[in-house]
């Protein structure tokens, strides 16, 4: 899930064409931190449109939520959860807010906006005594605050360039080696600033993709409309990793940054000073997680028909991490295949004219970055564990405890779902990849269904709002070895409209999956 695919944060998480974007992650009201109480609760019930694996039952925690993103509980097994305080039309701005989840009500916690966190929030984890949450700064980079059940919120370090485009710093989550983690999003769809992220564009002109180390590049502009001008004729050209309108060369060298884009990055959490790269070339990069060997795993959306540079990609992926490695983006697909090859094209019509030292040399898809001259090697395709419907925006992610038997080290992955057509206009008309929660066979790889509605798709679609599951952004095991799907809520799709996609405020739920 991006939230620019998923919602508008995804925040974790969010819009996919010009235009759509900036209204998602501004303008959030402003209100101080106090605690209330909110009783827009359900009893907790059975969803008969579910379908799920024999032995286990699903019910409601809680609903009434507004585009909540994760779940975390405390050292006493108090569960809480964050909303992202994203939308997509200014009527759909909310606030950030951490809420406590108790008996099927929530109590407010902290409203956060007015405390230096933008939307969108999108990852939590509690450490500590207090809660970790990544989220954008006053200036939209991408940032990480300490916030205590006082509702003292603390800033931890901002500054992620990338964040400030569609893309942006997703789960945060502790390590077994003592050591906090972060996932942060690119900015673009694949490695150049187009007329596909002009609102974030316009509202931080300096936005631009940041390598992890210094890459040399093929110095190929993309000859692409420039949206800054009155003038619908005038156009500009765009090189790789850098801002929109500026030119690159051949043999240019971009240098690598701390706080960059497409990663995993992580920090010890009592002195957060220092950000180390964990590795790096992903394309939107939303959840960690670990088995009990310490093995990393990874959720990533891959990328998207959209820009200068459309690419027509198969899947999305689970991966396995490994510290230190490049894996390919944006030259590599999610499956880490190299995109020289035609089956990731797009229609000519789709792309823009590539130019190197001026002269036009056609619109096959290529390479940015020149490899050898970089330092980087190929990535292993034994690396991707799953492969995932391509728009099927796979999220959060958790493994399975010991108690689940059969099931136990299997990765449980929320697919948020996607957003077609205008995220993929190579595909058809009806959403129909995601809203479930897939197993990953952690030694074979294979996908299947573990939740999902009767039919597929969302539950709203099928008129059955509130019986089912919408759009699953996180799944975690609790303390009690359950499983906790946080539910996003409704988003639906109306092409008469500008932008094309509709949040519904309070409709996000949590829901509990355990053995009968």
């Known amino acids: 899930m991006e939230f620019y695919k998923n919602l508008a944060v995804p925040v974790p998480i969010l819009l996919k064409l010009a235009g759509i974007a900036l209204l998602l992650f501004l303008g959030v009201s402003i209100t101080g931190c106090e605690t209330t109480d909110n009783t827009s609760i359900n009893d907790p ?21 507004t585009y909540p993103t994760s779940v975390t509980w405390d050292d006493d097994g108090n569960m809480f959860v964050v909303e992202a305080g994203g939308g997509l039309n200014p009527e759909q701005l909310t606030p ?18 007015n405390n230096g966190v933008h939307a969108s929030l999108v990852g939590l984890t509690w450490y500590n005594g207090a809660f970790f949450v990544t989220h954008r700064a006053a200036d939209l980079t991408g940032a990480v605050s300490r916030v205590t059940k006082a509702g003292q919120v603390t800033q931890l370090f901002n ?17 077994p080696d003592g050591m906090m983690y972060v996932t942060v999003g690119p900015a ?3 490695g150049v600033m187009d007329l596909s992220v002009a609102p974030w564009v316009m509202e931080s002109p300096d936005t631009h993709p940041t390598p992890c180390q210094d890459i040399v590049l093929l110095g190929k502009n993309f000859k692409t409309p420039d949206f800054r001008t009155e003038d619908p004729t005038d156009s500009v050209m765009t090189g790789a990793y850098v801002p929109f309108g500026v030119e690159t060369t051949v043999g240019q060298v971009i240098p690598g940054v701390n ?13 957060p000073s220092a950000l180390a790269t964990h590795a790096w070339g992903f394309r939107n990069l939303i959840g960690i997680t670990w088995n009990d060997d310490g093995q ?8 998207d028909v959209r820009g200068s540079r459309p690419v027509n990609d198969e899947f999305d992926a689970t991966l396995k991490i490994t510290e ?49 001259a970089s330092g980087l090697m190929p990535p292993d395709p034994s690396l991707v564990l799953g492969r995932h419907e391509i728009n099927s925006s796979p999220c959060l992610l958790d493994v399975a405890p010991a108690s689940w038997g059969d099931m136990a080290g299997q990765l449980f992955v929320a697919e948020w779902g996607d957003l077609a057509p205008p995220t993929n206009p190579l595909r058809g008309t009806t959403p129909t990849q995601g809203y479930r929660v897939a197993m990953v066979d952690a030694d074979t790889g294979d996908v299947s269904s573990f939740v999902a509605n009767a039919g597929g798709g969302p539950a709203s679609a099928s008129g059955n709002q509130g019986e089912g599951i919408e759009r699953p952004f996180d799944v975690k095991f609790g303390p009690d070895d359950a499983m906790y799907i946080v539910d996003y809520g409704v988003v639906n799709i109306d092409m008469s409209k ?7 405020a309070g409709t996000g739920t949590i829901w509990k999956v355990s053995k009968e």
């Open 296 to 303: 990393m795993f990874a959720a990533e959306n891959g990328y």
């Open 498 to 504: 500008k932008p094309p996609y509709a949040y519904e």
């Open 159 to 175: 500054g992620i360039v990338d964040s400030q485009a569609e893309h942006q710093i997703n789960d945060i989550a502790m390590g």
């Open 45 to 65: 019930a059975e969803a008969g449109t579910l379908e799920l694996p024999d032995g286990f039952k699903i019910e409601k925690v809680v609903d009434g939520l």
């Open 259 to 271: 706080k960059c884009g497409g990663s995993i990055l992580k920090f010890n959490p009592d002195d």
């Open 96 to 113: 950030s807010r951490l809420l406590q989840v108790e008996q099927g009500q929530t109590k407010e916690i902290c409203d956060l906006t």
């Open 324 to 372: 230190g490695v490049w894996y390919g983006v944006p030259d590599y697909s999610a499956a880490r295949e190299p995109l020289t090859a035609d089956k990731f094209e797009s229609p000519d019509s789709l792309q823009s004219g590539i130019f190197i030292n001026g002269e036009l040399i056609g619109k096959d898809l290529g390479f940015l970055i020149d490899h050898e």
């Open 188 to 190: 673009g769809n694949s």
